[in-house]
């Protein structure tokens, strides 16, 4: 008997020790207690001996708002004979509002109609604070993400689309319900279309990353086809829910529309400034293709008077220099007409490397009849330059030309290497540098150099340098010159290093 009593003892003990109140109370909708725990005082704020005397019943404190819900809860697992779990809110004695997680089941007693409840009601309302500040939080970041002007889409590691604001929407022409658990690379065209699920598996097991956590200029699929230019940038979120990214996308196409006017515009100046150009030249134009004019008319008034004369044996000589020399003034015609020409420029990303090489083997006909050699050195890990290939080709080939003429003007004395180099200068400009071991720039010539027709060459005509220096700085860079100490002349330009 001892015993039993101290095990009821300790029982009750043990209950009153539980967080919250343990309670047996009548089935009915106003709850009557008829036992509850020391928590009770704690829970509600009133006597347990309130309850248990009937002074008050448990359902005068239930919220009147949730009082219908939480007996409906409670009558409907007593009828299927099941635990309850309720959640509501009660009125304390302070006249306070607290949360309670009631939980419990029916007890049914033999030869009684009676049925008990025995249950145990908890504290939430901490919980219940953090989860509406949640609920909250969420509701006000969704709608802050809506309503942003960038669109914001999140995808899991599989690439799949879990959100996909109301920008994103507007920007690509697709609706959530259209995307939601779609790859994300229905909106990227090719290469990135195919290439997509590679970069992320390589992502998500390396964790090296090229576009996460930095931003970049991409191209985007609207729901269409059109393709348009993006600003992308992403970063990473880690949740309970798993590894997560988050893209933030803003459309620069009129950005970009903007630049091409600009550019267009900026090529229309540059032809205006050739057209300026060729007006200013057309003074030493003139100059120039009087020689062969002249030389024309002597050559004719010559062969006029040899035919006369009966001495026909030098007239296929005589023919021969009016080719030469009609042919001549066609190639000063023909430089002056693609001056003039309105050709846009077309810019491209270009490695100086590969571009140098290309030259290289160009000219390497030419070099090996001239018994010259072009020695290459590519300066390593270049960043790339936006340039017109084929204008940058034919400035590094004229110096080329140039600085192998000069070394044959000497037969080679100095050496018969050419070098074409590239290096990277204070990492925003690649410099390309020519060096020869010719006759060198005398004082003379360095002084106009780069003026339009002047050379000393027979067959020279002096545009070579001029033209080069105009498309340089048409490209941001300079075009300059020194001599060498140990002989020969470095001609060498700056390109700016693509941003
Ligand atoms: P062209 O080659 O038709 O003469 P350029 O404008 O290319 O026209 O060159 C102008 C002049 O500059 C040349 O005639 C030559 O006297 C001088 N020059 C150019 N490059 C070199 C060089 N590497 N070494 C010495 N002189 C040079």
Redesign the pocket.
């Known amino acids: 008997m001892t015993n039993r009593l101290d095990n009821i003892n300790h029982l009750d003990a043990l209950v009153h020790k539980l967080p919250g109140m343990a309670y047996r109370g009548i089935y009915a909708p106003q709850r009557p207690i008829e036992f509850a725990s020391a928590g009770c005082q704690q829970l509600s704020g009133y006597p347990r001996s309130d309850f248990e005397d009937q002074r008050i019943f448990w359902a005068d404190l239930i919220h009147p708002d949730d009082r219908d819900d939480a007996w409906r809860i409670v009558s409907a697992a007593v009828n299927t004979d099941k635990e309850f779990k309720a959640e509501y809110r009660i009125v304390t004695q302070g006249g306070g509002e607290r949360w309670v997680w009631d939980r419990g089941r029916a007890v049914f007693s033999a030869g009684s109609d009676m049925i008990h409840l025995e249950g145990l009601l908890s504290d939430i309302t901490e919980r219940k604070q953090t989860e509406s500040e949640l609920y909250e939080t969420r509701a006000f970041s969704e709608a802050v993400v809506d309503t942003a002007a960038e669109a914001v889409i999140t995808i899991n590691v599989d690439g799949c689309i879990e959100t996909f604001n109301r920008a994103a929407q507007f920007m690509f022409g697709y609706s959530l319900d259209e995307l939601r658990g779609k790859n994300i690379k229905v909106l990227m065209p090719e290469p990135d279309h195919t290439g997509h699920d590679e970069y992320l598996k390589r992502y998500v097991q390396t964790d090296e990353a090229r576009i996460i956590g930095t931003g970049r200029e991409v191209l985007a699929r609207r729901k269409d086809g059109s393709v348009f230019p993006i600003h992308l940038s992403v970063s990473e979120v880690q949740s309970h829910l798993g590894r997560r990214f988050v893209g933030l996308i803003r459309d620069i196409s009129l950005q970009r529309e903007a630049e091409t006017t600009a550019r267009h515009h900026l090529e229309e100046l540059a032809h205006v400034d050739r057209l300026n150009m060729l007006g200013e030249m057309a003074a030493g134009i003139a100059h120039e293709i009087n020689q062969p004019l002249t030389a024309i008319s002597l050559f004719s008034q010559a062969g006029k008077r040899l035919l006369h004369g009966g001495d026909v044996d030098r007239l296929p000589d005589i023919f021969d220099k009016l080719s030469q020399h009609a042919l001549r003034a066609g190639d000063i015609i023909e430089r002056m007409q693609s001056m003039a020409r309105h050709s846009e420029s077309a810019r491209e990303s270009a490695d100086c490397n590969v571009l140098i090489e290309q030259v290289a083997k160009l000219a390497e006909t030419e070099a090996r009849l001239r018994d010259i050699s072009i020695e290459v050195k590519a300066g390593p890990e270049l960043p790339s330059v936006v340039v017109d290939t084929v204008q940058i080709q034919q400035v590094v080939l004229?110096?080329l030309?140039?600085?192998m003429?000069?070394m044959q003007s000497i037969d080679c004395r100095y050496g018969n290497v050419i070098t074409v180099e590239t290096k990277l200068r204070d990492d925003c400009e690649i410099e390309v540098v020519v060096v020869?071991s010719?006759?060198?720039?005398t004082e003379a010539?360095a002084e106009k150099?780069f003026t339009p027709f002047?050379?000393?060459?027979d067959t020279?005509?002096?545009?070579?340098?001029?033209l080069s220096r105009n498309i340089i700085i048409a490209h941001g860079g300079q075009l300059a010159f020194h001599n060498n100490r140990s002989g020969?002349?470095t001609?060498y330009f700056t390109l700016p290093v693509e941003k």
Do not use: H, Q, W
């Not at 010719?438 to 720039?441: F, H, N, W």
């Open positions: 004229n110096l030309r140039n600085g003429e000069a020869d010719g006759c060198g720039v010539v150099i002047s050379t000393t060459k020279g005509m002096g545009m070579g340098l001029s020969g002349a001609f």
